[in-house]
């Protein structure tokens, strides 16, 4: 079993539709990251946490640690948003991040 | 302020020859991660420099190695390449002084081993 789980796979939504993105992990964290990957491979990072919710403009990240589970929300989607969202984690004293197989996503106008 | 540098962005090889890759971190950054990318594993750490010393190693084979100068760069190097190394190679550099700190990620580079 991975130790961070990413559902669903894939996605397919329409312009303005609420998305969620869901990221469960087995391991203890110190920080999770939500990154983003667009074609041709740059990844951005969009979050990083520890605790509670994070906003940035339509994007909003919440993480659960009790239950070792964390969402990636995007309200009123658009077709920019279309790109491999991934969810990592970072153990802290382990080193370095433990990632998620990702979630592709495909936003059509 | 720059971002995270990677040169090439694109490599072609061939089997059995080595390739080194480079990274430049954000200025201040004194730690560097370098990743693996393929379509069949996702994303896998490789190492962590910081400071001038390997602090972490992922699960790969000895052909792949790396170090970090005293200005931060970051060079990574794979010997005897083998066809499966074909892949993106990521590096991200942050503050990582303790703990976690965010993560800034270099464009890549792609290396095709034919």
């Known amino acids: 079993k991975n130790e961070v789980e990413q559902s669903p796979q894939n996605l397919t939504a329409q312009e303005g539709e609420f998305i969620t993105i869901n990221c469960s992990y087995s391991v203890g964290i110190s920080a999770l990251h939500w990154l983003q990957q667009h074609p041709g491979g740059g990844i951005v990072s969009l979050f990083m946490l520890s605790s509670g919710k994070k906003k940035h403009g339509r994007l909003i990240a919440t993480i659960n640690i009790q239950e070792k589970h964390s969402s990636l929300h995007i309200t009123a989607s658009h077709p920019r948003d279309s790109a491999v969202y991934i969810c990592?984690?970072?153990?802290?004293?382990?080193?370095?991040?433990?990632f998620g197989k990702g979630t592709k996503l495909s936003v059509k106008p | 302020k720059a971002g995270v540098t990677q040169t090439p962005r694109y490599l072609i090889k061939t089997r059995g020859q080595q390739v080194t890759l480079s990274c430049s971190p954000i200025s201040g950054h004194r730690s560097v991660s370098w990743y693996q990318q393929t379509p069949g594993q996702g994303l896998q750490f490789l190492f962590e420099?910081?400071?001038?010393?390997?602090?972490n190693k992922g699960n790969f084979p000895g052909r792949f190695s790396g170090r970090q100068f005293s200005n931060s760069r970051s060079e990574m190097n794979v010997s005897t390449l083998e066809l499966g190394d074909s892949a993106l190679y990521l590096c991200?550099?942050?503050?990582?002084?303790?703990?976690?700190?965010?993560?800034?990620f270099g464009q890549g580079t792609r290396l095709t081993v034919v």
């Open positions: 990592a984690v970072d153990g802290g004293s382990q080193g370095n991040l433990i």
């Open positions: 420099y910081f400071s001038e010393t390997q602090r």
């Open positions: 991200a550099s942050s503050l990582r002084d303790r703990g976690w700190s965010e993560a800034f």
